[in-house]
């Protein structure tokens, strides 16, 4: 049956509005270091555009824009779309509920979509939150949108436009998932055209004038703890239960050549950021498209999330070599914990910890303009003290450029939350607080501020204890890394003064259980 309300029936022009909402941003980081393209908007209005006739696309970023609560209202009232799309990460999702309701309050015939890994997950839930909220398209969305959309227009039977989640009355009917894309070469180079990358970090110091780009979906592997191969992979109902399962492919090397030539010599972009969850799959696609960015001469910058097995798989085959050379310098390696049983338990296969201190020498040893990033987890179940603290030795065995010690975070979705709610250990429900600062669980031996205390001492520790060994990077002959080192050891410094300087206030020196400062709010965001 149809929904009871439904204002696109019929109409032969439909303007839709692709939404980031104005946000708080990370700690440490400055504002334009804080985001990038959100790629799904540009991949959603490609697909769009290209399979439904009569629609106006506009992409709105108000991080990028500086656009505030206020001045967002303007805009909508002006424009007066006929669809608003908001898709957002945990820790935003609020700021999309938010958005809904100002889109409705400005005209209740504003058709208000929600997608991506929060309301994907907790649909039902984030529509009882929000009135304003009409459907949320599941998962993978291209087609998902575009059906949901010519249905509406047609008038016809939501019940049949799968991945979907709709208000009939007073209950919500959740359709059938939708099968995933498999040929990712179907796909419409992203929209690119009505993205703005101008604006994207036009200061910034991790990523300059960077711009997201995108070759696989899905991961080889289904970590307890992440988000990312739920959100890509397959999804099935199983005994009325909704199943996730892995689920891997890339574009092909000509298809990812001609996105990138578009970038290149359409729009400038001189440094790519690689949204993958693992970019170093297949050493034969992965030798193929380097040698085609060398024998173009294209003087790449690019970062990208690895896994350390491929790196060690890569440097026996003379892949790695072939990697750096056309444009690898920032490498972000889960390298997470120290001992295998813990690999185990969080289900991260083929890892040890030898294999991830040896990824990490071979970058140290081999390609030296390669930034080496490693994230160290907290907070597991059975840690103490003793056992987060020996994650900062792990690190400087590892001799990473930078460690990122943040406390387990049990996302939506993932095998981790499930365990968690089952067996009782969240005690944090506000999913605002889920920004991977603040522990959500404690463990059988730590509370909550006892997780956050440790992991902060690691952190603080990292350069304190191998001073020289840091501060020495920052006059590395390789000029992104030498501006990374200079940028963490800025960053580093302010929050040690802004500490101290707090500290010799009588201030408390963080809010909640949070290892670092909460996200904080630009000047312009009620603006």
């Known amino acids: 049956m149809a929904h009871s309300s439904n204002p696109l029936a019929g109409k032969s022009s439909i303007r839709v509005l692709f939404l980031r909402p104005p946000r708080h941003f990370w700690p440490i980081l400055n504002e334009s270091d804080n985001f990038l393209l959100p790629l799904g908007y540009p991949a959603l209005a490609a697909w769009l555009r290209r399979h439904m006739e009569g629609v106006e696309i506009e992409i709105l970023d108000c991080c990028a824009t500086r656009t505030g609560w206020g001045s967002l209202r303007g805009l909508i009232e002006n424009r007066r779309p006929d669809v608003l799309c908001v898709g957002e990460k945990t820790i935003y999702y609020k700021e999309g509920l938010k958005a809904f309701e100002l889109a409705k309050d ?35 969305g291209e087609i998902t949108l575009t059906e949901l959309l010519q249905t509406l227009r047609d008038g016809g039977d939501l019940s049949q436009v799968k991945g979907i989640c709709y208000r009939d009355g007073d209950r919500f009917v959740q359709t059938p998932p939708r099968p995933t894309i498999e040929d990712l070469d179907d796909l419409p180079i992203p929209a690119y055209d009505v993205s703005s990358l101008e604006l994207y970090s036009p200061f910034g110091n991790l990523w300059p004038r960077a711009a997201t780009i995108q070759r696989s979906r899905g991961c080889v592997d289904e970590c307890s703890f992440c988000s990312w191969w739920v959100q890509e992979g397959s999804h099935e109902m199983i005994g009325g239960k909704l199943v996730h399962s892995k689920f891997y492919r890339s574009k092909s090397v000509e298809r990812v050549i001609e996105e990138v030539e578009l970038l290149y010599e359409k729009h400038g972009i001189r440094y790519l950021f690689w949204v993958d969850a693992t970019w170093n799959v297949d050493e034969r696609w992965l030798a193929e498209f380097c040698e085609e960015i060398i024998r173009r001469d294209y003087k790449l910058g690019w970062w990208a999330f690895t896994r350390a097995d491929g790196l060690v798989r890569q440097h026996e085959k003379g892949v790695l070599k072939l990697m750096a050379r056309a444009g690898l310098r920032h490498v972000l390696l889960g390298a997470e914990r120290s001992e295998t ?49 020996a994650l900062l030795d792990y690190a400087h065995e590892c001799d990473v450029d930078f ?64 001073p020289l060994r840091y501060f020495s990077r920052m006059l590395s002959p390789h000029p992104i890394r030498r501006r990374l080192h200079r940028w963490f050891t800025y960053a580093i410094g302010r929050v040690v003064l802004r500490d101290l300087a707090r500290s010799m206030r009588g201030q408390k020196k963080f809010e909640g259980f949070a290892a670092a400062n909460k996200l904080w709010k630009p000047g312009w965001y009620n603006a």
């Open 106 to 140: 400005i005209d209740p015939n504003i058709v208000t979509i929600g997608g991506g890994h929060m309301y994907s997950n907790l649909p039902e839930w984030s529509m009882t939150m929000c009135s304003a909220l009409d459907y949320i398209g599941m998962f993978e």
């Open 341 to 389: 049983t813990d690999f185990d338990y969080l289900k991260k296969t083929n890892y040890t910890h030898d294999i991830v201190k040896e990824a990490f020498h071979l970058l140290r040893d081999h390609h030296r303009e390669v930034f080496r990033h490693g994230t160290f987890i907290t907070g597991l179940r059975r840690d103490t003290a003793e056992s987060i603290r």
């Open 403 to 466: 460690a990122a010690f943040h406390p387990i975070t049990p996302f939506p979705g993932t095998p981790m939350w499930s365990e968690a709610m089952d067996k009782g250990w969240i005690e944090e429900w506000d999913y605002e607080n889920y920004d991977m600062f603040y522990p959500v669980m404690p463990t059988e031996h730590l509370s909550r501020e006892e997780v956050s205390r440790h992991t902060q001492w690691c952190q603080q520790n990292f350069v304190a204890k191998r």
